[in-house]
């Protein structure tokens, strides 16, 4: 978050344990969908899609155990389960005994020709919450502080394909991908927190999507467009639905993006974006942004 230091990701990982499986565990983002496991240097655009900002808090990660294996095929096929403590949104950290969340996710990819390759695959998420701090509009249009103990689980298709001549990127290549997240709320639901503090159940199922294309037309120099939408669905808020404000715009937002490698350590990022995500009508967004590396850096995934 801004204006505060953590670590994102301290693990150790099995090297060589045999049969295709791998085991991670401490603290890491999780394997599920395609864009949560890489590092925000690694993407594509300054900011996470509307859908992971809405159903995983821009990107999740826990403190856990991940184990993945790849089974003896001609075809490249990985299967994972992550338990891990629930410790950020859409769960909430508690002193609870036992896992807050379960992952499973389930992938499947391979070359076609010499220029081209793909992946493709889906993902679950299983978070608990309990006493989650949330804010709403009641039907006056004042912001009242709302709090939420329950459930969510996040399903996750994703794709990507990927294009360079011969199998070499080095001076032009080509990247689609796209995601589909759902996302099923419920449990109980406090409203007004430190005023009326009336409770009742909740249930909400939402869905969300993006898909971005970039293409590097000469080396060190990329051009993206993505586009991407949120559906908030029809909450069922039980007998407090008459207190808070109805929900019904879908939100929407576009961008485009040119960016300049002037080296293997460095980026140069200019975006713009028009979001209608936001109350009170769109808005266009300006991003210029630096990125630097220093040290040792591991290989990044597919």
Request: aromatic share 10%.
């Amino acid at each position: 978050p801004d204006n505060t230091v953590e670590v994102e990701e301290a693990f150790v990982q099995t090297t060589s344990l045999g049969n295709g499986l791998t085991l991670k565990a401490g603290r890491f983002f999780s394997a599920i969908g395609y864009l949560n496991p890489q590092h925000s240097h690694t993407w594509d655009f300054v900011d996470s899609p509307l859908a992971y900002q809405a159903m995983l808090g821009s990107q999740y990660g826990d403190d856990g155990a991940q184990l993945t294996w790849l089974p003896p095929l001609d075809q490249y096929v990985e299967l994972g389960v992550e338990v891990g403590r629930g410790r950020t949104f859409p769960g909430s950290d508690s002193n609870r005994n036992g896992a807050g969340m379960v992952a499973l996710t389930a992938h499947a990819g391979g070359d076609i020709g010499a220029s081209h390759s793909w992946r493709a695959g889906i993902s679950m998420l299983d978070a608990k919450a309990s006493e989650q701090g949330l804010v709403a509009t009641d039907a006056s249009g004042t912001r009242v502080a709302q709090s939420f103990t329950g459930s969510t689980r996040v399903w996750i298709a994703d794709a990507v394909w990927k294009w360079a001549p011969n199998g070499n990127p080095q001076r032009t290549n080509f990247k689609l991908q796209g995601e589909y997240l759902q996302s099923r709320r419920s449990g109980d639901l406090a409203h007004d927190v430190g005023g009326a503090d009336l409770a009742s159940t909740y249930s909400v199922r939402q869905s969300g999507w993006y898909v971005q294309a970039v293409y590097q037309f000469m080396p060190r120099w990329r051009v993206g467009a993505r586009a991407e939408g949120l559906d908030p669905g029809s909450p069922d808020y039980g007998a407090n639905t008459a207190l808070i404000a109805p929900v019904t715009d879908r939100s929407r937002k576009d961008s485009l993006m040119v960016d300049f490698n002037p080296s293997e350590f460095s980026r140069v990022r200019l975006q713009v974006a028009r979001d209608r995500a936001r109350e009170g009508g769109a808005d266009t967004q300006w991003f210029v942004q630096y990125q630097m590396s220093l040290g040792a850096h591991g290989a990044h995934s597919y």
